[in-house]
């Protein structure tokens, strides 16, 4: 990719911190480890099983009028159609 740099249609210092910005990015797989990436699945694991659960917390207003001519007090989903 860095070799591609020189032909490209752009000034100087843009194709100085194109070059920049790929050395760096070379560099960025050697400071991932195995245990970072096991840590990153787990956190995103409960994330997902926390947001899973936070729609049955919320009060349901049961269609858009009336959610539209409800006061805000607080966040509100609207029930969709039922099956």
Do not use: F, H
């Not at 740099?5 to 843009?14: A, F, R, S, W």
């Not at 797989?29 to 995103?44: D, M, N, R, S, T």
């Amino acid at each position: 990719m860095l070799g591609l740099i020189p032909g490209l249609d752009e000034k100087p210092g843009e194709k100085r911190r194109m070059a920049e910005a790929l050395r760096a990015a070379k560099g960025r797989p050697a400071l991932i480890e195995p245990g970072l990436c096991v840590a990153y699945l787990e956190a995103w694991r409960e994330d997902t099983r926390v947001w899973r659960r936070c729609p049955n917390r919320l009060p349901q207003l049961g269609d858009v009028g009336k959610a539209l001519s409800e006061p805000a007090r607080g966040p509100v989903t609207v029930a969709g159609p039922r099956s």
